[in-house]
Antibody
């Protein structure tokens, strides 16, 4: 059974940094493309970033609002996905979900971790 | 990349059918057969219901179906049940390795 567990969320001041982690199990993590998707309180889903498998080059891509501030990475030896978030803004406040992309869609989701950016 | 356009709300009585639309452009919905739909109950993580326009993951009832015509995709829920009441989001591949989501539709079972 696929299991994704996000961690690392919390309260941070504007301009601060935070690193989210997503521990994966139940599938071959090293073969999987992975995504981060966020949801601001009371709002809809917003795609954040994607990383391909290392065999597919480990290529990353980002949504416009986070490009240059966020970095997605993976450690296949630890079956863990990361999201390094720098220069955080109040508009980055959201629940952050990690998702698998085993088919051409975000097929499995974690329970999410809340990031609050506030002074 | 602009969000896909969904109606904010939809409703139907138990047993009826309801269709939710998702309108994009030729750069996303119209350009690729990679439209997916997600169901989200309050306080829960989204759940994949439809992928690649028409495919259902294992375990999703066949009451849920997807289609696409031009730049607009649709999700149809037949034989509405109380547990179908939730928020529904569409998503599409948008080129350049990006994804885009719709604004979401709140489905109410009357």
């Amino acid at each position: 059974e696929v299991h994704l567990v996000e961690s690392g969320g919390g309260l941070v001041k504007p301009g601060g940094s935070l690193r989210l982690s997503c521990a994966a199990s139940g599938f071959t993590f090293s073969n999987a493309w992975m995504h981060w998707v966020r949801q601001a309180p009371g709002k809809g889903l917003e795609w954040v970033a994607r990383i391909k498998s290392e065999t597919d080059g480990g290529i990353t891509s980002y949504a416009g609002p986070v490009k240059g501030r966020f970095t997605i990475s993976r450690d296949d030896s630890r079956n863990t996905l990361y999201l390094q978030m720098n220069s955080l803004r109040t508009e980055d406040t959201a629940v952050y979900y990690c998702t698998t992309y085993l088919v051409e869609a975000c097929d499995y989701w974690g329970q999410g971790t809340l990031v609050t950016v506030s002074s | 990349q602009s969000a896909l356009t969904q109606p904010p709300s939809a409703s139907g009585s138990p047993g009826q059918s309801v269709t939710i639309s998702c309108t994009g452009t030729s750069s996303d919905v119209g350009g690729y057969n990679y439209v997916s739909w997600y169901q989200q109950h309050p306080g829960k993580a989204p759940k994949l219901m439809i992928y690649e326009v028409t495919k259902r993951p294992s375990g999703v009832p066949d009451r849920f179906s997807g289609s696409k015509s031009g730049d607009t995709a649709s999700l149809t829920v037949s034989g509405l049940q109380a547990e179908d009441e939730a928020d529904y989001y569409c998503s599409s591949y948008a080129g350049s390795n990006n994804l885009v989501f719709g604004g979401g539709t709140k489905l109410t079972v009357l």
